[in-house]
């Protein structure tokens, strides 16, 4: 098992900038890619960033590309997402996931993934 939480979410104005971070626990960090995907109200939940297990490799989906930094730091078993330029179509709960396989960006892509945070809340105003 891997446990994952969420932290860093909050209330932003639009334009503004903010950092989650995923700490991982359970099981070795390294072996999993790692994800981040967001749910708004009434929607289902997307795809939004991806990273591979040494980092070398990331993936993000058109609406925040450019705008979002996913990194990860091995030794502190942690993942982020920086998010910058925000916007209140940025709104929604953001969740972390990993994922140990080669497909998982193929995975990743239709929200399907080993393990699951349980959230944290980014509300971007306008």
């Known amino acids: 098992q891997v446990q994952l939480v969420e932290s860093g979410g909050g209330l932003v104005q639009a334009g503004g900038s903010l950092t989650l971070s995923c700490a991982a626990s359970g099981r070795t960090f390294s072996d999993y890619a790692m994800g981040w995907f967001r749910q708004a109200p009434g929607k289902e939940r997307e795809f939004v960033a991806a990273?591979?297990?040494?980092?070398?490799?990331?993936h993000y989906a058109d609406s925040v590309e450019g705008r979002f930094t996913i990194s990860r730091d091995n030794a502190k078993n942690t993942v982020y997402l920086r998010m910058r330029s925000l916007k209140p179509e940025d709104t929604a709960a953001y969740y972390c996931?990993?994922?140990?396989?080669?497909?998982?960006?193929?995975?990743?892509?239709?929200?399907?993934?080993?393990?699951w945070g349980q959230g944290t809340q980014v509300t971007v105003s306008s």
């Open positions: 996931a990993a994922d140990p396989t080669v497909y998982y960006r193929d995975n990743f892509i239709r929200s399907h993934a080993s393990y």
């Open positions: 990273i591979s297990w040494g980092g070398e490799r990331t």
